[in-house]
């Protein structure tokens, strides 16, 4: 049986303690979303990488800056993405845990040192109200979001080969 400083332990425990309780519920309820969606992502953004690389390639074949543009799947969750020249880019993408990194270098002519002024680039994995996945990018001010695969595909695509 319990008695009266129990209780008011007890009480004083769900008091004090309970939206710090409700907030790790909710932190361990979205991981596992970001998990099972995140991958899902993941997947569909190197697919339409591959579109949009694809469609380049097409829009520039016969012309004099036309250059092979490769997608080269590392392992699961890291692709290679590398282009010669006009601009050459090298770049790595890096799905691990709650987030998408790219790493890259790239210049306007043939192919530099790839290990010189080099950039990197964090999207961080949110859930947005309705418990769907979209990726945000982590250190812009004001952080700009990307609910669909393509909207990121198109934004990494710009950034490695626009001028």
Not at 38 to 55: K, W
Request: negative net charge; glycine residues 6%; hydrophobic residues 40%.
């Amino acid at each position: 049986m319990a008695t009266e400083w129990i209780e008011t332990l007890a009480e004083d425990i769900r008091q004090k303690h309970r939206d710090a309780a409700q907030e790790f519920g909710r932190a361990q309820h979205f991981a596992g979303i970001i998990s099972a969606q995140g991958r899902e992502y993941f997947v569909a953004l190197v697919l339409c990488l591959q579109e949009n690389i694809d469609s380049l390639r097409r829009q520039l074949q016969g012309d004099a800056v036309a250059s092979d543009v490769t997608l080269q799947n590392i392992k699961p969750g890291e692709v290679k993405i590398t282009r010669e020249r006009f601009p050459w880019v090298d770049a790595r993408l890096l799905h691990q845990d709650e987030t998408i990194t790219l790493d890259y270098a790239k210049g306007p002519g043939t192919a530099g040192d790839p290990a010189l002024d080099r950039k990197t680039r964090s999207f961080a994995f949110q859930v947005a109200s309705d418990e769907t996945v979209f990726a945000q990018d982590a250190f812009a001010e004001p952080p700009k979001q990307y609910a669909k695969p393509e909207d990121l595909a198109r934004h990494i695509t710009v950034l490695l080969f626009g001028v």
